[in-house]
């Protein structure tokens, strides 16, 4: 099975703190997405990466930065945490193979800024 | 470029009744639709998908979609719910050519004993 794996369920920041959001994938899967998720409001797309050292801009990108230094592993960054960015955060993951359309999540990580 | 709408924030229902979450999307090339569930406190998981071939896709678990292409729409039914449905389920979208999916707002089932 595919697994998705976020380094923290839970986080409390506080304002202006750098935070780091950690998401590794053990599928060997080339493609690796940031989302948001806020009631009302569904995924939205933060940034998302086709290959090592690749990124590139989702839907709503302002205010945070990503790194993938390797396959498995895409980090999501807030350079200076906001209470706006109060929020769930969902890792995925998926395959070019077969068309890379199917994403694998991981459990979420729930981030308060205070 | 892609957009998708759950029509309904939340649906209600008693066990053992039928259900339909509705979803519609638009779009001007072909896509690739799927459901996805997120039961409280977990991540997403792949419910059903549409890629290609028969219009009606099942899931293990008892639920169906129907693409139906004139009316841009891949609505969710399952004819008896149980307690264990209770989730969020979203729909989204995918370009043909592309990686990404667009997801519609979600809908509450909230099965009721």
């Known amino acids: 099975d595919v697994k998705v794996t976020q380094s923290s369920r839970y986080l409390v920041k506080r304002t202006g703190e750098k935070v780091f959001l950690e998401c590794v994938q053990d599928?060997?899967?080339?493609?690796m997405f940031w989302y948001r998720q806020d009631p009302g409001l569904g995924l939205r797309l933060i940034y998302f990466s086709y290959d090592v050292k690749m990124k590139e801009k989702g839907d709503i990108p302002e205010g945070y930065s990503v790194s993938r230094e390797k396959k498995e592993r895409f980090s999501l960054i807030l350079e200076s945490a906001s209470t706006n960015q109060t929020s769930m955060y969902l890792c995925?993951?998926?395959?070019?193979?077969?068309?890379?359309?199917?994403?694998?999540f991981g459990p979420g990580t729930r981030l308060t800024v205070t | 470029a892609q957009s998708v709408t759950q029509l309904d924030s939340q649906v209600p229902v008693f066990e053992e009744a039928p259900v339909e979450l509705r979803c519609n999307y638009s779009s001007s090339v072909s896509v690739y639709l799927f459901w996805y569930v997120q039961y409280p406190n977990q991540g997403l998981q792949l419910l059903l998908k549409y890629l290609s071939g028969s219009t009606l896709v099942e899931s293990i678990n008892g639920f169906e979609a129907e693409f139906n292409k004139s009316q841009t729409s891949f609505h969710l039914r399952k004819p008896s719910v149980h307690i264990s449905d209770t989730a969020e389920y979203f729909c989204a979208v995918s370009a043909w050519y592309g990686n990404k999916l667009v997801f519609g707002a979600g809908t509450i089932l909230r099965v009721k004993s």
């Open positions: 599928m060997d899967h080339e493609n």
């Open positions: 995925a993951s998926s395959s070019t193979i077969n068309g890379g359309h199917e994403q694998y």
